[in-house]
């Protein structure tokens, strides 16, 4: 998962590029960079760590231009490097180009073997390369080289494209990543998701739809079209779950209102459940327990302090990290937590490790039981899809039964969201089941192919 942004027709595109990806951070912390283009030149900026780290002696001042895009990593399908930090660059028969790019081309092994054969040589081991090389191996303009080079691809891709002034957004025809239009004033942008639009003073137009291409030049919607019209949707529902920020807008309600939903429908599956307070597990867990507990009637408390010092431990590059960041992140508050019979709730259970050492805490600091409440379904099948979850064996619902998990995580009780409902929670105003569940049920919308 990864989250970008584009900036069009506005002479502090740079700042407003690194402004964007600040709001976009959650969505990966390895890496960040901009590419910015002043029609005639473009000029790049990228480094390991956080946008504030890379960004920290105020580079985009100094990158004019009135266009620019930009990338912040976590890392899928190759390795956390700065030859892998985003926006690529190319130069080709056609000019300079750039991109960046949130997903996981699923068929790019195969598309690679067929170009290193033709002679295309390779700087990164991310599958993102491959669209420069498509596109500069079409000999077309842009608009319809971008469209050649998509419809080759399959898989997950969000992303955007920057070559002299002009802006391109596209979306995969399956829609598994989210792409949204904004208008400020003159200028258009394009962002993973609408809090980086509205936070910039923008206002959100609509979601780019699956297998949509769009150009901008000038402050203008120079074409959009499809170039290949989309069966069904299948939109990653873990946006709604964990990736999004709460404020962000997707099927028609916040991700708030989705996650307070999934709270609620687990209280109603966990009826008659006995404890005295709902404590969520920081952040993500946070409003899927207050909709617990507003559906419950059991009092909400907040039974952990958090170090907001650290990252996201789920978007980790190794097991290792993750581990170390969990039991830095978060410290319960015996005060609140002992003696009591307490209803954790969580946005998912992956590996099972970082659930197993919060429950352990909560017991060492004196909680009489703990009910683990998750607010989605068992993880059972890998992503392909652009979330780290690459190995089966990795996840403890493929190899445990719901008990064996229970004494695994020393819980007293383990309940997960029935995938119906989480679907009813997340759909707003979309009809039927718009939404990829793949990590649930092992049917994959596109298979990946080697």
């Given at each position: ?25 959650h ?37 004019p ?9 976590y ?33 790019f ?146 991700v ?85 019979e ?18 352990n ?10 009910h ?13 899809y652009?979330?780290?979850t ?61």
């Open positions: 998962m990864c989250g970008i942004i584009g900036v069009e027709n506005n002479k502090q595109a740079a700042a407003l590029a690194v402004m964007g990806l600040m709001t976009l951070q969505r990966g912390e390895e890496s960040a960079g901009i590419t910015v283009s002043d029609g005639k030149t473009i000029l790049t900026h990228k480094g390991m760590g956080l946008v504030s780290h890379v960004f920290k002696g105020g580079e985009s001042s100094s990158m231009g009135a266009a620019a895009i930009g990338h912040v990593r890392t899928t399908s190759s390795g956390s490097s700065l030859a892998n930090a985003q926006p690529f660059y190319a130069k080709y028969a056609c000019g300079e180009i750039a991109v960046a790019h949130n997903g996981n081309i699923t068929n092994a195969r598309l690679k073997r067929e170009l290193s054969s033709k002679g295309a040589i390779f700087e990164h081991s991310s599958d993102t390369e491959i669209v420069l090389h498509l596109i500069a191996r079409s000999g077309e303009k842009l608009e319809s080289a971008a469209a050649r080079a998509l419809s080759r691809m399959e898989g997950a891709f969000s992303l955007v494209l920057l070559k002299n002034k002009t802006l391109i957004g596209a979306r995969d025809v399956n829609g598994f990543r989210p792409l949204i239009l904004g208008r400020l004033k003159k200028s258009y942008i394009l962002a993973s998701e609408s809090a980086a639009i509205e936070i910039l003073g923008a206002k959100c137009i609509r979601e780019i739809k699956p297998g949509e291409v769009i150009i901008i030049e000038n402050g203008k919607i120079k074409n959009s079209f499809l170039y290949k019209k989309p069966k069904t949707q299948n939109a990653c529902v873990f946006e709604q779950i964990y990736f999004s920020r709460p404020d962000s807008v997707l099927f028609g309600k916040t708030k209102e989705s996650r307070e939903e999934m709270g609620a429908m687990l209280a109603r599956q966990m009826k008659g459940v006995k404890a005295d307070i709902v404590v969520p597990v920081p952040d993500s867990g946070f409003f899927a327990a207050h909709g617990f507990a507003r559906e419950s009637g059991l009092r909400f408390e907040s039974g952990f302090v958090r170090n907001h010092y650290m990252g996201r431990s789920f978007i980790k590059p190794s097991q290792d990290l993750r581990e170390l960041a969990a039991r830095l992140k978060l410290s319960p508050i015996k005060e609140v937590v002992k003696g009591k307490i209803v954790l709730v969580d946005d998912s259970l992956v590996r099972g490790t970082t659930a197993r050492r919060i429950i805490s909560l017991r060492c600091a004196g909680a009489k039981k703990v683990l409440a998750l607010s989605c379904p068992p993880i059972i099948s890998p992503c392909f652009g979330i780290d690459p190995v089966k064996d990795q996840l403890i619902s493929a190899r445990k039964t719901e008990e064996e998990v229970r004494k695994y995580l020393n819980a007293d009780s383990v309940s997960f969201l029935r995938l119906d409902n989480l679907t009813k929670a997340c759909s707003g105003n979309a009809s039927g089941n718009p939404f990829c569940t793949a990590c649930f049920t092992g049917k994959y919308p596109v298979k990946k192919k080697e």
